[in-house]
């Protein structure tokens, strides 16, 4: 079951009798509930803006950016100081 998990991959470069596990700290970033609570904001904010008449489309873009700039900072911190693994293959 360990080794089915996401993030796991097997070190190429390795001899074949010591071959490492290694696992990534993040996940992908389609894989998280973040990303879909920003989706699921922008979608909101922009269905407001076509039945409101109060919220024009300058503030609600305004807003979407403001959705997308916040969930940017967050990966970027998430992914601060974290090391990827990836294939070693160029």
Known sequence: ???TETG???RSHTPSSQVRLTRDETK????????????GVIAA???A???SD????VRAWTLVAAVAIG???SRGLAKSGTKHVGDSRD
């Open 1 to 3: 079951m360990a080794a």
């Open 8 to 10: 796991e991959r097997m």
């Open 28 to 39: 992908l970033s389609l894989k998280t509930t973040e990303f879909w609570a920003m989706v």
């Open 45 to 47: 904010i922009l269905i």
């Open 49 to 51: 803006s076509a039945v």
């Open 54 to 57: 109060s919220l024009n489309d």
């Open 71 to 73: 969930y940017m900072v």
